[in-house]
Every structure is written in C-alpha cells, then in structure tokens.
C-alpha cells in the first residue's frame, strides 16, 4: 500500500492544535509519563524544526533545547509548516544525513510522518479518545520499529536483544513481521493500528482486542524491551 506520508503529516499536525485549542496543557500524557501536554507539544515542535534544519542543509544538527514562545500554538504550526514546505520542495534521493543508512531527505519525510502521528495519538489521548490511524501509516510505522528503531536501539546499548522471535501480524492488510531472531514462539494478530502503539508501550500486551496464539508469557518480555526512543 502506498503511503502520503506528507498527507498525513499535515492532518496529524493540525489534529494537535485541534488539541491545543482545547486542552489544558498541563493535561498528563499517558504515553509519556512525566509529560503535560505542554511538554509534548514542546518535544515534538522541537524535532520539526531539528528535521527542518536537517533537511535544508542535507547535514547532520544538533537538537536543540524546546523553545516554544507564550503561543504555543503558534509556535508548533509554525514549525509544522516550515517542515512541510522543507519535505515537500526537497527531492526525496537527495542526499541528506540521518541517523541511518538511509542518507536521504525521502528518509525524513517517513520519519517525521511517523513521529507526528504517535504523538498526536498521544495528545488526544490525554484530553479524551484519539482519532484512528490509517492502517497503511500504522503498518509501516510497524516495519520502522522492527526493522529500524528496534535494531538501532540494541545496537546504542538501549535495550537487549529480544530472546525469542515474536510474530506480528495485522488484520487489515498484507503486513506481517517477525520482532527478534528465530522462529517465533509467539504470534499476536491485530488492526495494525494496535501493533503500532503496543511496540510503543502504548497499549497493554493484555489488550482484549489483541489474539494472541502461541507463547505469550516470552512474547509479552520482548515487548517489555525499550524497541523504539
């Protein structure tokens, strides 16, 4: 399935100041304990605008400290669409730094899709029950983590090495992954919306929308691990 990623980037962008417009920011956020919504809506301005920087000089940057004015509203749709008009105007082969093999801005304009739309997830959370995500965004942010972010973490020293292979399998579409080395000892099957955010410790493992076959108890410690930043 295709993937506009910046199509979505832009909807989940604007889904935050929906929440901004409506929250009271000091709201907590369950996804990331210790946060307000505040916090988040700091964080995630602030990696727009390292992505932005990032992508216009195609060279690594540092990240810098949340700045976020009185406004924050406005500071985040003004990072927001700074980063929009940087991923859309750049050719996608070019060369760009990241912190993958991946040396090319295209590798941004996914990465940043998939950033947004966990923390917009996140934010509406916390001020009553988020919107869906797509299930053909879902299934690919599934494939960064297992194919990505769950690599690069065991390789920095973040988390172990899962100890047995887990199988993820989505319900509506074609994707299936295999979490860890090995045949898997466990398969859990689900809308790929729902593997998404159980690999990002935002839905319990005893889920009750999760089917499960196989051995859950090993399964449920590789979930435990720290798969993605």
Do not use: K, N, Y
């Amino acid at each position: 399935m295709t993937v506009d990623h910046l199509q979505h980037l832009r909807r989940d962008a604007d889904a935050v100041l929906g929440v901004l417009a409506r929250a009271e920011l000091t709201e907590p956020v369950a996804g990331c304990p210790g946060w307000s919504v505040r916090d988040l809506t700091l964080h995630l301005g602030s990696v727009h605008r390292w992505a932005t920087l990032i992508v216009s000089t195609g060279e690594r940057q540092g990240q810098s400290a949340p700045d976020g004015a009185d406004d924050l509203a406005a500071w985040f749709a003004d990072g927001a669409d700074d980063l929009l008009a940087a991923l859309s105007t750049a050719d996608p082969s070019a060369s760009c730094w990241s912190f993958t093999a991946d040396r090319t801005a295209g590798f941004w304009v996914r990465r940043q899709a998939l950033e947004t739309v966990v923390h917009r997830w996140d934010a509406e959370q916390a001020v009553g029950e988020p919107s869906g995500i797509d299930p053909a965004l879902a299934a690919d942010g599934v494939a960064e983590v297992v194919e990505l972010l769950a690599p690069r973490q065991i390789e920095l020293g973040r988390t172990a090495a899962p100890s047995v292979g887990l199988e993820l399998r989505a319900l509506d579409g074609p994707g299936a992954w295999i979490l860890g080395d090995g045949d898997p000892v466990a398969t859990v099957t689900a809308p790929a919306e729902l593997l998404l955010l159980l690999l990002w410790h935002r839905l319990d493992p005893g889920d009750p929308r999760l089917r499960w076959a196989g051995d859950r108890r090993s399964a449920e410690q590789v979930l435990r691990l720290a798969l993605a930043p």
